[in-house]
């Protein structure tokens, strides 16, 4: 029986399908209300849960050169901003135990980033706010191996538990996703959800180069995901991604999202009937 996770006084998971979306990092601020807006309108006219995600801090970048976001304060800022206005829960990724404690004040969810997944200070640290602990499954692991951090987070008493896939790397700067993946993560009884953007994403080429994302995959990817099983969908979205300061060739432009989400939902409703 799959569980549901309560976040916001609402449950995620178990039947109805649910989104995650937002801008990759915190752009300036009229374009991140502008995005929540749409997201929620979005939201609204499909009767889908939804919370907003955008990073304060992208710390895993691959130049020094490149946008690493405003930086937790003013992120923080602009995201309780967000949260009381257009009343939605909020994730948003830590980097730090340190900066925990000031992000369990604003976020729903502490997202665990996939590189960090296994390092014990840090998802021990989230676990003990008693938030929602959204963990990334890392590139390099194992999904059977994802029960290891979802038991040091179960050992703080904290069962608030999502699972995010994003693709496997090789080492070749390719993100190759594996539908067992989904059945070995949908085995912990945890909402499972796919990161179907971040799966496209090739690591290393900047990212204002058309090279940097194979959007085109983005349908197929996530029709796939569905049908195996994810109780939600993680999809990154700009108002103009050509423009977007992070990851430009793997964001879903926002006036694509409600057509992009449609068929998801219909095959939701048909796979839901198998488990």
Avoid: W
């Avoid at 374009?31 to 929620?40: D, F, I």
């Amino acid at each position: 029986m799959k569980k549901s996770v309560l976040i916001d006084g609402k449950p995620f998971g178990s039947d109805q399908f649910f989104l995650i979306a937002g801008p990759c990092v915190i752009e300036e601020e009229s374009l991140m209300m502008r995005t929540a807006e749409q997201v929620k309108s979005v939201a609204e006219e499909l009767q889908l849960p939804v919370i907003y995600k955008s990073s304060f801090m992208k710390d895993n970048r691959s130049s020094i050169d490149y946008y690493q976001g405003p930086g937790i304060e003013e992120g923080l800022r602009i995201l309780e901003k967000i949260k009381k206005e257009f009343e939605m829960p909020i994730v948003s990724d830590i980097h730090f135990p340190e900066q925990v404690a000031a992000a369990a004040e604003v976020l729903d969810v502490i997202q665990i980033p996939a590189y960090l997944c296994m390092q014990t200070s840090i998802t021990v640290a989230a676990a003990k706010t008693g938030k929602a602990i959204n963990i990334k499954h890392g590139q390099f692991l194992a999904p059977s191996n994802m029960i290891k951090p979802i038991r040091k987070i179960e050992a703080q008493g904290n069962e608030n538990i999502l699972l995010t896939e994003r693709g496997y790397t090789f080492g070749y700067n390719d993100l190759v996703v594996d539908p067992r993946s989904f059945y070995h993560l949908n085995e912990t009884g945890y909402p499972v959800i796919f990161d179907v953007t971040h799966s496209i994403r090739k690591y290393g080429i900047p990212s204002a180069d058309p090279k940097g994302g194979s959007r085109h995959y983005l349908n197929t990817l996530a029709r796939a995901g569905v049908a195996s099983g994810v109780d939600g969908i993680f999809v990154e979205v700009h108002p103009e991604p050509a423009k977007a300061l992070c990851d430009a060739a793997s964001q879903l432009p926002m006036l694509d999202l409600a057509e992009f989400l449609k068929p998801l939902i219909a095959l939701h409703q048909i796979e839901k009937q198998y488990r």
